[in-house]
């Protein structure tokens, strides 16, 4: 299952998560400067457990050891590596800073990172493997939007025999399943298969729902709040889930397009998801210039194909919405 976005829209833009992503992509470009020292590089910022439980730790500085708490969620083992973590938290960490704030959020993230690093280490005391990459912290992020948002739906890819399937999942559904096989491997490896540290996502996951709580009782500081209308997205998102519905027993379908009052001004372009039983429908719209609140856009044979009957259109209503209101 691979998620290509939620239906969950951030009122907010999400500085601290894409100032985050954006660190890692640098730090990554460090690493691929190291050329033959990457090995030590990694094993210097990774967190090694063995570091911590054995007389490695005697070569290391107090300084040296607590950073690597911090350090080893920033530094990743490859391009997919990287690209499937800040592809995740592109995806669900946007909605949990715009529910706690710029930030609450960064301390949040950072202590779901340490809790996931706390996890494994105290679950495999002695290896000498370094543990790095996001994963942890954002597995923590996942949990606090299983909270947040169990409502929500993700639009995913599912690829059968090369085949891909756009579905619409419940989070509540997707990121069960997705917590289910990391439970599954945990437990039927010693912890570290493959590479991947599954206490670590467990542990994260967990300590960003119980974390979530505590974060949520605590006001975002009178000085952070004031900038948040700053930060209010100009643009709706590009791709939308549309829930189309037919009027009586006709073919024609009929859902809402959601755009942002600029972009009514000037125009866009959208992809929408038109779900159909497990399968979905992409389509692209083109929202003209000068549009306004309760538009009707008719897109012809995009609607049902009934047997007998003509093919139906799709007629989509422009809601003008500001997410700063």
């Known amino acids: 299952m691979i998620p290509i976005r939620d239906t969950i829209q951030a009122r907010n833009y999400p500085v601290v998560n894409t100032a985050i992503i954006g660190l890692n992509v640098f730090l990554y470009l460090v690493e691929l400067a190291q050329g033959p020292k990457l090995n030590q590089f990694i094993f210097f910022y990774g967190l090694v457990p063995a570091r911590y439980s054995t007389e490695i730790g005697n070569y290391f500085s107090f300084g040296q050891q607590a950073l690597s708490f911090l350090s080893f969620m920033f530094i990743h083992g490859g391009f997919w590596h990287l690209l499937g973590n800040m592809w995740s938290l592109y995806i669900f960490g946007d909605n949990v800073e715009d529910r706690l704030g710029p930030f609450k959020y960064l301390i949040f993230y950072l202590l779901c990172g340490l809790g996931s690093g706390l996890s494994h280490l105290f679950l495999n005391w002695h ?87 505590l974060f949520l009782k605590v006001p975002e500081p009178d000085f952070l709040s004031r900038l948040t209308p700053l930060a209010s997205r100009r643009k709706a998102p590009r791709l939308q889930s549309i829930r189309a519905k037919r009027e009586g027993l006709d073919a024609d379908l009929f859902g809402t397009i959601t755009v942002t009052p600029i972009e009514a001004r000037f125009g866009a372009r959208k992809l929408i998801n038109v779900p159909h039983g497990f399968r979905s429908k992409m389509l692209r719209v083109n929202v003209p210039p000068g549009v306004r609140d309760g538009t009707i856009l008719r897109l012809a044979g995009m609607g049902r194909e009934l047997p007998g009957e003509r093919q139906g259109d799709l007629y989509l209503k422009v809601r003008v919405h500001s997410w700063a209101d």
């Open 127 to 213: 290896s000498q493997v370094p543990t790095i990459g996001a994963s942890g912290a954002i597995a923590g992020v996942m949990g606090a939007y299983l909270i947040l948002y169990p409502g929500s739906r993700i639009f995913t890819l599912i690829p059968i025999f090369f085949i891909p399937y756009f579905v619409e999942i419940p989070a509540l559904v997707f990121l069960g399943i997705w917590f289910l096989i990391q439970f599954l491997n945990a437990a039927g490896s010693s912890g570290q298969a493959g590479g991947i540290a599954w206490w670590a996502h467990i542990g994260g996951f967990l300590f960003g729902m119980l974390l979530l709580k």
